[in-house]
């Protein structure tokens, strides 16, 4: 019984030995980059000072309506980006539908 073992054992190793290494990947061929759209690698907008004297409640609500939509502009290019590099986060539902 052993003796089958090995002789088996033998057989596989020798199969597997002819037939040779893999060859290597040839090092010349670079893959395809493609580029993303420039919307998605774009920095994010500055989010507006709060000039002096704009204190009041009108003043308030325009400065945060600008930070919300500069907010959520960044929000969807983050997302477009994800999906740009197939990570699709089911997080960015709201933001890809939104458009």
């Known amino acids: 019984m052993k003796l089958l073992t090995l002789l088996i054992v033998a057989c596989c190793l ?5 037939g040779g290494m893999l060859p ?6 670079q893959p395809i980059k493609v580029e993303p759209q420039a919307s998605l690698t774009q920095a994010p907008a500055q989010l507006p000072p ?12 325009a400065n945060h309506q600008q930070a919300s939509k500069a907010y959520h502009l960044l929000a969807t290019r983050f997302c477009n980006l994800l999906v740009y590099l197939e990570i699709n986060r089911e997080q960015c539902k709201y933001w890809l539908d939104s458009d």
């Open 50 to 61: 709060l000039e002096p004297g704009q204190n009041k409640g009108k003043d308030l609500e």
């Open 24 to 29: 290597a990947p040839d090092a010349s061929i």
């Open 14 to 18: 020798t199969l597997g030995c002819a």
